[in-house]
C-alpha cells in the first residue's frame, strides 16, 4: 500500500468479521464496496483492504466528513484517524508527537505501543515504543498536563512498523458494528409512521440485512402528510444502508372498509394485519425479500399479543423477524433518537390502524373465528386490487 506523506489515514477496524471463517473474504469485499459507495463524492478519499484492515486515505480537507460518514457504515467496529512515517525512529516519534498533541490538546494520560512487523527494524517493540516516548517527552519539555500511564491512559499512540513504511496512531472512535450491509440478503420493512418500526429496519441493516419497506396507505383517511413522513423515514434508513430505500407504497382503504363494512369491529384489527402481511408477503415474492421485519414488540398493544401474532402470522409461509420483541418503549425510543428517526416519527400524522381502531379490539382472538369472520371477504380481489394499485419509489 502506498500512502502519499500529504495525505490523511483512517483505519477501520471490522471486529465480527474476523470470525467468518471462509466466508471472510465476501464479508470485506461487501464492506470495502458499502464504504466505497458511502464515500462517494469525497474525490480524493481511496479505499484499501489490507493487514485485516480496511484503509481509507482523504485529502486532510475532506477527512472530517469521510469520518463522519464512515460512522454510518455497518461492518465498522472502530476507526482511528492515523499517520504514515517515514521508516526511521526520529521521523516515527515526530510524527507519533503530532498524533498526541492532536489526540489530546489539552494534555492527559499516553501510553506508546509498537508493533514491530518488519523484522529488519532495529530494536524490539517495547524498545522502539520506549524510545519514542523519551522523544515525547523530551519536547514536551516538563508540560506537566502529559503524563505517561501504562494501565489506563487516556490514549494510547499506536505505532505499527510495516515492510511498506510506518503508521501513528492515536484516538479511536467507535463505529456503527453489525455486519455489511446486504451480506445477509434482503427484506422487506413493515414500515408505518411509529417510532418502532424504523428502528425494526435499522436492526436488519445492522445485522447485514438490506431493506425495501412496505406501507399501508389509507388514503383519504391518512394525508399527504403521512405519506411524507413515512418518505423521510426512507431517507434516514437509506443513510444506513448506504443505498436508496425502495418504498412500496399499498392503497389499504378498500380493505379497510370492506373489513369494516363486514359489520365486525373486535376483530378489526386482527383482519387488517391478516391483510397487511398477506400482501407483504405477495410484495416480498417479487422483490426477492426474504423475510418480513416488523416494530412489534410482545404486550405493547392489542395485536402485540403471543395470541394475536399468531392468528396474524398464520395466514403467511415467510418468516416473521421483529427485532425489538424484547425490548421497551423507553429502550427503543432512545435507540430511535440515535438512529434521527425519532423526531419524525414523533410528527402527529393519523396512520391507517388508528383511523380504524375498534373501541375494543380483541386482545386473544381465536384463529378460527378470524378464519370465519373472512368467509365474507373476497380476499383474493381485495388483495389483487390492492397489489394493482401499488406504487414503488426510490428514496435516498
Ligand atoms: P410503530 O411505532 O412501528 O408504528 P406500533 O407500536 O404503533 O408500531 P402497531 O401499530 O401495532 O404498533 O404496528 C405494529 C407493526 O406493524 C409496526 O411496527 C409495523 O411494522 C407494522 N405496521 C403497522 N402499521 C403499518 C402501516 N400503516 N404500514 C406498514 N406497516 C405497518
Ligand atoms: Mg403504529
Known sequence: MEIAKDKQLL??????????????????????????????????CDVTSTWGRVWVTAEPGQAAEALQRLRCVFGIYSISPAHAAEKELSAISAVAFDVLQEALPAGGTFKVETRRADKTFPGTSPEISRAIATYIFDRLAGDSRYDADMHHPDIT??????????????????GAGGLPVSSGGKALLLLSGGIDSPVAGWMALKRGVAIEAIHFHSFPFTGEKSKEKVFALCRILARWQNAPVKLHVVHFTEIQKAIYANGEAEYGITLMRRMMFRLAERIAAQRRCLALYTGESVGQVASQTLESMAVINSVIDLPVLRPLVGMDKEEIMALARSIGSYDISILPYEDCCTVFLPKYPKIRPVKAEAEKLEENLDIEALLSEALARTETLTLS
Open 157 to 174: 499512540v499506536d505505532v505499527e512498523i510495516r515492510g511498506e513504511g510506518a503508521f501513528v496512531y492515536g484516538a479511536t472512535v467507535p
Open 11 to 44: 483505519l477501520i477496524r471490522y471486529g465480527e468479521l474476523g470470525l467468518k471463517g471462509r466466508n471472510k473474504n465476501i464479508f470485506i469485499h461487501k464492506l470495502v464496496h458499502n464504504i466505497r459507495t458511502a464515500l462517494k463524492g469525497l474525490d480524493g
